[in-house]
């Protein structure tokens, strides 16, 4: 098992930018395939973006594509959600999650680990 600790949520004005982490701990040999999902007030909690554990091309929800960047640093064994051009829709709480499988899905279901989250704020 993998435990995950989400960091860099906070207060930010639209069109601003934002980079959230996710600390990775416990024995793994390398960083599991993530995910990084939100959950707006209301709403159910929705893929963002998810890089396979092999790497190669992230994948990204149509809302956020062109705006966010999925990436990690192995040696720091952590992984980031680079987010530009921020808008108020981006509000929601972010989570980090981490599945053993190479295959990045786009549904909570398949991630075994997760984080608890940090807000994001995205002021009008």
């Known amino acids: 098992q993998v435990q995950l600790v989400e960091s860099g949520g906070g207060l930010v004005q639209a069109g601003g930018s934002l980079r959230l982490s996710c600390a990775l701990s416990g024995r793994t040999s390398s960083i599991p395939t993530m995910g990084w999902f939100r959950q707006a007030s209301g709403k159910e909690r929705e893929f963002v973006a998810g890089?396979?554990?092999?790497?190669?091309?992230?994948n990204y929800a149509d809302s956020v594509k062109g705006r966010f960047t999925i990436s990690r640093d192995n040696a720091k064994n952590t992984v980031y959600l680079h987010m530009n051009s921020l808008k108020p829709e981006d509000t929601a709480v972010y989570y980090c999650a981490a599945r053993w499988s190479t295959l990045v899905l786009t549904t909570t279901a398949a991630y075994t680990d997760w984080g608890q989250g940090t807000q994001v704020t995205v002021s009008s």
């Open positions: 890089i396979s554990r092999l790497g190669g091309s992230p």
